[in-house]
Each structure stands twice: as structure tokens, then as C-alpha cells.
């Protein structure tokens, strides 16, 4: 299964890079990682006239702190976000959900602006960064525009991307205190795309939930945000709402059906996954919560641990 | 077999380890032209026109072919195994004419030089395609008003075949109870990781036409090549070269492009080659299990059983390319390790628009087990039985054999079995799973909402049929031996329990015993490696020649070291006396000495050959003697010879996601003298592998027009190495009566208990729900559904 | 037709220099113009990890890498875990061959490139993060068992030979 042919081009810099897409007209496509278009290629599914390839636009490589959140460029491996040790303690559900994506040999070439861009409606960095409420930094010869995550999917394969602009950076917020988060997907084999996955990040105020995004992946052409489970989780105590949560979710969703999964069995696993998630977001948050820490320090004062 | 049977290491393993191995693809003669093949996008269609101009045209490209070009070459693929009941038997041309009858069907080829460009121009070939409504689903293809796959096989019936053993109707008129289950087994295929591949170079000036094959039958391809393109046998050459991965996949006889690519290379004069895609082989090699069975049991009150019978359908895809040997397995494995007095089966092969269907690992004995072991548990549960106890009181016991089955095998000989001890390999089985404590563990987990559950299954496997196959051992005076024979390889570790066999009659290092396979031009006897018969049929005939080269060296060593043949032994390379070392010749020195032609190479070498000089009387060689310590030998087995084994597993199925996890898997295997131990088990892993594939993973999905919506690995789940579990395995040793290293064959038997094993074990997980499981492969999705269904079920007034 | 580019690549030590067309696939270009052909291709969709080598240290799936995509990389194949001209085995391929971790030979190149590359970064996993790292490389013949036992040999081993009392 060999490509068809295709002219190539290697930029060295974002402008370059800009000016040969443009160049190159509706038949150009963007290479980044290329673990999802090389297969395309490969399979003759898709047939570019151009390819602009970005893996030697330098300037788009980068992890940097900025207004206290976290700028991630849009080349940036896959593979730096897993070993970034800080990522685990500042974007704990980015880097738990990187470790699903794919194998490490894919994560080695994938990038985290290709896989956003890509939006396979399966693929679990589009769910993680609408839940984190992502801010997508887009240029293009026009100049540069910023994309709220909820609003970049648009539907299957499709963002809000315009054929001569280019996804640059990712900016994460930074958490709010007392906050678990945790990705929960289920795939037929370890490294599979998810039948369904969901991400999850609840921040608590003593027991309560004072913020709730649940978001989903799997279960439409794009990022399903699970609104009404978050409204009802708001106020309430996780133990109280989380099945109630977890059925909004299930009513809410109108997945599609393929060979792996019924539209049934599809929403019935969002529902199982969202309910586990939260469970489990929630038992992080409570490990970060003051008031957990003011339980062990009374267990402490009593002399005994927690 | 003592001395060198064991758990030796691989002999071939270096070379692949250091990516040196030579597989079809790595092999590029000088010069070589690539193929690419035009492929039927349709299930069924009528081709109105086909115009290669473009394609002809492009740069780069040499031919195009279309079965217009290939005249009277493009005839139907030899039927390789008829049988009197295959009265419709249908058999696909290398190019297909005025219509296709399953997607990825051949219609033209072209030839490139390179398989960029080739692909190129297959894209711009362009073909008046008609579509035909597609017959897919097999189960219906037999009734009336369904398309035809071809015009001239009334409902879509290839074969139909009625056995019978003893008087089932009685049996089942007067049994205590009669039991009826429906079971359906979909389609799966082999998919090796290395997909097919054909390199043929053809010498006009030698008149000769050489040909790679990852083939699992070399001589047959060679063979039935010379016939096809009018060529002597002799000037036809067929190597298998390291093959990635067989399970009957490469055994299917002449698939288009095994015939197509060595006419280009004649037809061009220029090396071709064609390496399969991936795509490419999800479409159109060969693919099977697609059964559906109404399956009934007579038993008596105790459960034992009196008759049974087996009405089914099997699908046979487009064509009947390896005739009806699937179904024929079926029915003669499907008592399996039971005593089934009165026995009636009836099958009927249906053509559908899909892929054709011949041997994947297995073949046939999967459903069969499937269908044999759903009945025993479905007599376990009406009459308030363990399983294992209906399984052992319908055992053939070790004091039955030989048992007859009462039917025909495969082969053609009875379906007899040999030796065995299931009842002992289900009693280990028991105890290494730990029948008891599992039985605490799973109530425990219930209570916290965990189903653990336990499944076993039991099967008997015929290995090592004929018709024959042959060796040929040479010792050299290098002191190396060669040891060569018509099978191939794809894996199963022949370059050392070959090595092994000839190295405990020569006494001599396994290391020293360099072995060949799949060269038609080293050896021109056998048929090929295919339903675990390799070891049994090669193994024992190089055993056969390599006691006759021991004869050979124990005859020349008495004379020239002056001893009685009684007090000599081989060890070590050498013959000696015994008791005296000092008095030893190599065997390479021996080897040097037998050739008496003057020459001599190697210190040892030349101390024997100055025997020669000895004044002597008459001719070197007597009438009938040949040179060298060389023979060849042979082996045919008298029928085939019994394996069987018995699995047990634990499993989890979470109720949630529906997704079922492996927490223990146990075998116990039967497959007599061992070898290799590590060998053996290796095969048993494999084999285990793919039945969970089957039971729970590998699913072929054709949409209505015959299009395989998951022609990919992406869709096409093969278990990685987090869903196949470890698995331990124990042996038993039953030798065989029927050849003399008394081994059996191992090849198939990990696949074939495994989908009716995974039923008992869900059923038994999910016994608080009711789940009735009576198809493969199951899924998360389909378990759900299950639940939902039997809750809904329990619910009910 | 496109123009073809230059290529220049170090892979196992020693530098190429190719003139390459764009859609030329990295595995093929390892295969056929350099002949390196232990390197295999089993799916050419990324998912069998039968072309797994290193690139600049990590592993790649050479079938998802465009052999222009390599100018100037450093690449490893199977061909180069072993010393040029050494007999010997790397401790990996000699634990694969202890093991009886391999049958057909097709996957193996990948599974060693892969294990190489994970026991650099994990060099004490437990037997769970070995499935883990292994699924990501499809096996038909050996159902993973003695792969998975190779990888913790191999690993076992290089602890013996790590440890300070060891020298």
C-alpha cells in the first residue's frame, strides 16, 4: 500500500510553512506527526497534490509556562508531554490521557497540535482539551486567532481550521485548587482507539463539587461535553450524584454504531466509564483537598494516621 | 528418544535475531519487476468493459495484463481435492472474465518497476463495473430467491453430504432425554504478519524457471506450475524461503498471483515479483470458521451419551479452491474425546460472495469443538451435572483404543484413535486450576460485584496424516550433516527437532546437523506442512534415512577400525569401540573415507583416506554400494495419529463494559514423545492466542455488497500481548503406536478448544444473570447485550 | 513526477547518502535501497509494529515515516544491535533466543527494537508494563508468552550486570 504521489516541502519556519500552504491551494495538507495521515497515504484514502511537512519548524516545538498555565507548541511530541515530569503534577489528566494514546512508537512522532487538528472523533486529545478548556492559538497569513477548545471541533475529522491556517499552540489554564481529574477509556486492545473514553475534572469545596467538566470522546462526530451530568454534580456530593451524572450522560449522547459497538452498547459504556470516572476524579480531588488534609491532621492530633 | 530430546535452543534463531533471516520480500534478484493487482472493489459484479490504455501508458510500467491477454493460460485453478460430493465444485481463474464473485478478486495485473508506480497504475485502469446483488450471509444462501454466486449452482449448494455411524434414529427415539442447541461460528482468517509473496525468475537461455514462494506446499506449486505452463518438472524449481507465518493461510494451492507472476516472468523475460499488502490480504487470501450447526444430543438418565447429530452449514465462499476438506473435518472431530455409538451429520456447502474459504489453523475441529462441547454443557445443566463429570463419563478411556469413530478422515483412512488419557488430562487440569479454591474465590468476588467464572473443553486432534514424506541424510566430510526434506517452515522450530531426530541416531551435536526445507530442487518427495502432520511424516522418514546413514557409518566404521559392529558406538561425532576411546574415527573422517575418489580434505580427513592406499582387491564400490554415508528414507503413515488436550481458564467478565479478561489460563497436552519441549509449548501458545482471537477478538465484517468493512489491523483485532494471558501448560505423554519416535502432531491444537472453552467459563461468570452463549466470536458489546437479553428474560412473570 | 530529494542518514553507525522520492516510504527505503531488509513490513498502517527501528534513539514505525523525513536522523535497525564483525548476540537477542522468543522470525525485528528501547527507559518493569510495551508489536506465532519472558530475562540480567558488586 504505497502513497500516490505527492509534492513535498519541509519549512524551517512557521512563515514558510504558511506561505507554502497557501501556495499550495485546497489540495495541500499539513504533516506533522503523521501517525494518522502517513496511514491515509498509505491506504490511498486521502491524496494530497502537496505535503508541508512541519517537523523542522523549530519554533512550534516548546513546553513553557505562560499566565501561570502551560504552553505546549504545537509539534511538541507526544512523547515530551509523557516524560515531563512537571506535566504530571500541573495537567494531571493531560499527561494520564497521553499515556492511552497509541503505543510509545506512535507517541514517539505524534504531535499534540497534529492529533487536535486531526480530531478523530475516538482520539482522546480532543476530549482532554475541551474538558481543560484549552485556548488553541491558530495562525495564518491573516495573523493569528485564539479558538476556545469547545469551539474548534466542529464534527467528524473536521475543526474549525481553514485550509491555509495552522494550529500553533495549545495554552492548558491552570487547575484550580483542590482539583481531580481522570481519564477513563475503553478500547478493545491496550493502544486501540476508544469505543468510548471520557475525561473528567471535578474540583471540590469541602465535600461539595464546585466545578465539574465532563467531557467525552468516542461518542459523536466530536468532544462531547456532558453538561447536564455537570450541572447536576454541581453543589452535591459525588457519592449522592454520581450515578445520576452518569445516566444524564448516557441520555444525553446519540453515538453512532459500527462493527465494535450498537448505538446502545456504545451509551451504556459512556454511562459506566463516566460513573467510574468520577468516582475516581473525585478520590484524587479528596487526596488535594483541604479538607482531607485537616481529617489527617485530627487523626494525627489523636495519634493515628490516616 | 533419548540423548537429544529436550529443550534445546533454536538452531535457526541467530540468524533471524540479527534480521538476517530471507523472506520473499527481502529477496530481489537483479533487475526485478514489481507487480500490483487490480482488485474487485464489488462482492458481485459483471465486468462490461475493462480499458488498461492509461495504465499501459504510464511511465515506468511494462505490462498490464487482463485475462484477455493471458488466452488459454487463464484457466480454472486445479479443484486439489475432489471428493464424489463436491458435485458443484467451482474453482477461480487467475484473472477473472466477465465477472467477479468476491471482493478482492483478481482482474488485472500489472507490472512495474517498482510497486509505487505498479499501484499508480492499477488506479488508472479503469473498469465498466455492473454490480450484481452479493449473497453475504451464508446462513440463508441455500433458500430459495437468493442471488446466485454462480448462475449455473442451483441455491448457491457446492456439496451435501450425509454420514452416518450406527442407528442415531434409534438412539434418539429411545434416549431419556434429547437436547437441541443452534450454533453459529462467523469468519475469521490466518493473517500471519507476513502477508503472501511470490518472486519467480525465469532463465531463458537454461529454458528454467525458478520460483520464491512463501508458500507452505513448494512441490505441489512446483508441480502443478510445469503442467500449467508446459514446462518439464525438472526445469522447475519451487523455494520456500523463511516464510513469516503460515496457519494454512500459505497452504491454499495456487492463488492467482502464485500462477500469474511466474507466466509475467516468462512472458517478460525479467525477474517479477509481487509482495501482498495488507489490504490486499484481507481481501483475498483465504479465510474460514463461517459454520452454523443444529446440533442434537440423545443421553441417557446418567448423561451419558447415545446418539448425536450435527445438521450444518458451511461457507465456502466464492470458490471451492481446497475442496471440501473443512467440513469433512468437522464432522469426523466433532465426537471428539467422547464415545458417540450413533453418530449423524449432514453438511451442506453454500457459495457466498465473499473471500474463498480453505484451512486456517484448525480447520474445521474449532466449530466442531464448539459444537461437541456447547452440547456437553448444555446435558451438564439439564440434568443438574458438573460438566467435567458428563465429559468423563462419555470419555474414550486409556483401555479403549484403538477406538474407531466409525467415519473416514481426512485422509481417507479411518477416524481411529491411537492412544490417549483424557481422563487423566482432565484430572490435571482440575488440579492445576484449582477446581475448589475457585469455586471460594468466585462467591467472594460475587459479593463484591465481580464475575469470576471457570470454563474447561476437551478435544482430540487427528496429526501426522500421509500420504508420506521423505528425508534425505548426508553426512559430509566436514563432519557437518545435512539433513533435507520436502516441508516447510513457518516458525514451528523444524531446523531443530529435525536436527534433534537425525542427531540422536548419529550421535553426533544438533549443532553439526544442518537441516533444509521447501527446496523442491534439495528434495522432490512429499506434499507440504499443513494439519500438524510435519514432525510425525518428516521427522520419522529422516529418522527412516538417518538410520540407515547409522548403518552405513556402524558397517565402514567396524571395517576400518577392525571392531565388531556390536562393540561400536556413535557419540559425540564419532564411532568408536567401546571402552577405547582411542580407537575412534569422526564421522566426517568416516565420510571422506566412504567417497573413495582420491581427494581429501582436513587433517582427520586425510588420516582415514590414507586407508585407501591399503593394497587392495576389486572394485571401490560393490554392486548395489554407493559412495558416501548418504541415504534417503521415507515414511506413510498407516492413518493418522491422536493428539488431544484439555484447557481450563478463569475468567472476569465485567459486567459494565462487557469485556471479559483472562485470569488464569491452563493446558494439558497430548502429543506423545516429546522433542522439544519448548517447541511444543511454544505451538500451544500461539495456538491459544489465536482461539482467544476467535473466541472474543477476530471477526470478518462484509457489508451488503461483500465490501470487508475492517480490512485492516486497525479493525481486524488480533490480541496483543495485554489480552492473551500466560499460559501454562502441562504434558502428557501417550507415545503413538503408529510411527516409530511415536510422536504426534501440535500445530492446530492451541486454536481448537479455546471458543468453546470461553462459552462455559462466561456462562459459568454470568451464571447470576442466565447468559446462554451458542455463537464465536462474542464481543464487550454482544455481552452486554447477552446480559440485557437474560435479565430481561429472568424478569419477566 | 516530483523531483527527487537527497537523503543523508547514519543508520547503524554508517552514513548514506540517497537521492529519494517524497512518497518513498522510510521502511522501504531501509529495505530495498540500503538492503538493511531485517527491518519487516507487515501492515503498512502503522498498527503491527513489524518495522519498528530507532530513530535518533526513539522507537518509530518506519512504514509511518517518509524516507525524506530521515535527512539527517540517526537510525538503528535490527542489523545494528549486534557489533559490526562481533559474533555475539546483544544480551536482548541472546535472551530472545533463550527464551524461545521468537518462531517465524517476522515480528521479532520489531519486538527487539522495541524491548531495546523500553528497557532503556524501564529497566526493572514488572511483567504487566512488559505486555504493556509489547502490545504495541502483533505476534501470530508465539502468543507473546516467551517474548514476555525474553524481555524479563533480558532485563534480570542486565540488573545482575549493573549492580556495583558485579564488576
Redesign the interface.
Known sequence: MKPAPFEYVAPRSLDEALGALADGGADAKLLAGGQSLIPLLNFRLARPSLLVDLNRVAELVYVSSRDRGVAIGAMTRQATIERDAQMRQAQPLLFEAIGWVGHPAIRSRGTIGGSLAHADPAAELPAVAVCLDAQLSIASPRGRRTVAAEDFFVGYLTTVLEPDEILVETWLPPLLPSTGQAWLEFARRHGDFALAGVAVSLSLERDAVCDARIVLTGVGGKPARAREAETLLMGGRVSERAAAAAEAVRSAIDPDADIHATKEYRAHLAGVLTERAIHLAHDRALALAPSALDVRRTLESLGRHA | MSGVAG?V??T???R????????V??I?PPGVLHAAILRSPYGHARIAGIDVSAARAY?GVCAVYTAADLGDFNQPAPLVIPHPSLTHGRTQRPLATDKVCFIGEAVAMVVATD??IA??AV?LIEVDWQPLPAMIDFRVADQAGQPLVHADVPNNVAAHLIQVVGDPESAFRNAAHVFEEQLYVERSC??????RGVVAVYDPRLESLLVWDATQAPLTIKNGLANMLGLPEFKVEVIAP????G?GTKIMLFFAEEVLVPWAAIQLRQPVKWTE???EHFISANQERGQQHTARVAVDAEGRILGMESVFLHDTGAYTPYGIVVPIITVTQMPGPYKVPNYRSEFTVVYTNTPCVSPYRGAGRPQACFVMERLIDRIARELGLDANEVRRRNFVQPTDYPWDVGLTFQDGAPTKYDSGNYPAGLQLAEEMIDVPAFRAEQSAARQHGRYLGIGFAAYVEGTGIGPYEGGHVRIEPSGRVLAVTAVTS????HYTSFAQIVANELGCDVADVSVITGDTSRFNWGAGTYASRALVTAGNALGVAARAVREKVLTLGAELLEASRDDLELRDGTVRVKGAPGRALTLGALATAANPIRYAYGKAASQAALQLVKPRAGAVLRAGEEPGLEARGFFAPDRATWASGQHAAIVEVDP????LTFVRYVVVHDCGVLINP??V??Q???????GIGGAF?E?L?FDDSGQL??A????F????????P??EVAHIETPSPLNPLGVKGVGEA?TIPVAALVAEAIEDALAPFGVRINEMPL???RI??LIDEAVYVDARP | MPEPRAVRVVVNGRTFERSVEPRLLLSDFLRHHLHLTGTHVGCEHGVCGACTVLVDGQPTRACLMLAVQADGAAITTVEGLTETGADALSSVQEAFWEAHGLQCGFCTSGMLITTVAFLRDNPRPSVDEIRVALSGNLCRCTGYQNIVKAVRLASDRAAVATRPDSA
Do not use: K, W
Open positions: 529443550p535452543r533454536r535457526e534463531d541467530p533471524l535475531l540479527r534480521g538476517l533471516g530471507s523472506y520480500d527481502d530481489d511511465p510497486r509505487y499501484e499508480d488506479g490466518g493473517s500471519p504478519i507476513e502477508a523463511d516464510v513469516g507465518g496457519f499488502d495488507r489490504r513457518q516458525g514451528q522450530g459494565g463494559t462487557g469485556n519448548t517447541i509449548e511454544g500451544i501458545h500461539g495456538g491459544v492466542a489465536q477478538y471477526r465484517y468493512v475492517n485492516s489491523f486497525m479493525d483485532l488480533m490480541p496483543t500481548a495485554v489480552e492473551v500466560e499460559i492451541g464481543s464487550p458489546a452486554r447485550e
